[in-house]
């Protein structure tokens, strides 16, 4: 006699549970709205992880060997923008021959849109052992007071 067993029943519990932090991710105000990621010159775009306390969003941006003063950090209409541009090197007439190369100094952007309870004026920047940090801090939010009315 043959049984008909279903095999779907751990699969269906798991996937209501990723599913579930999926959409509360989904939701969070940093990831509400897509990230804009671009690149040029070939090179790519370095990592990013962002971490939430009750005070900040802090970015961290891997990008090791990088030189300080030629990344760019702003802020224009609620979007955050993380650049950097190496400098145009001349040639020089000693061109160095390589018979593989794989180290890469190409520009790239990163760009995050902002949740309304940041402080814009406050964000601050540092680079540090090849680490780009951003340090992004919150705004206590005003709730409203109740106001009592008068009834004429």
């Known amino acids: 006699m043959a049984t008909l067993i279903r095999s779907n029943q751990v699969p269906t519990i798991f996937d209501q549970l990723f ?4 959409n509360r991710l989904a939701k969070h105000p940093v990831f509400a709205q897509p990230v804009i990621s671009r ?12 971490k939430e306390s009750a ?21 224009d209409n609620n979007i955050l923008t993380l650049a950097y541009a190496p400098a145009e090197t001349e040639a020089e007439g ?31 920047a540092a680079y540090t052992n090849g ?12 709730k409203p007071e109740p106001k009592q009315i008068q009834i004429a």
């Open 55 to 75: 005070e900040a969003f802090t970015l961290e941006v891997a990008a090791p060997g990088l030189v300080k003063e030629q990344f760019s950090v702003k802020v």
């Open 39 to 50: 690149y040029q010159k070939g090179g790519s775009v370095p990592a990013v992880n962002v």
């Open 94 to 124: 000693k061109q160095e021959k390589y018979t593989h190369k794989e180290f890469s100094t190409g520009s790239f952007t990163r760009s995050f849109r902002l949740p309304e309870n940041v402080n814009k004026e406050a964000i601050q």
């Open 131 to 142: 680490i780009l940090t951003v340090s992004v801090p919150k705004v206590a939010e005003q």
């Open 19 to 22: 599913n579930q932090e999926i």
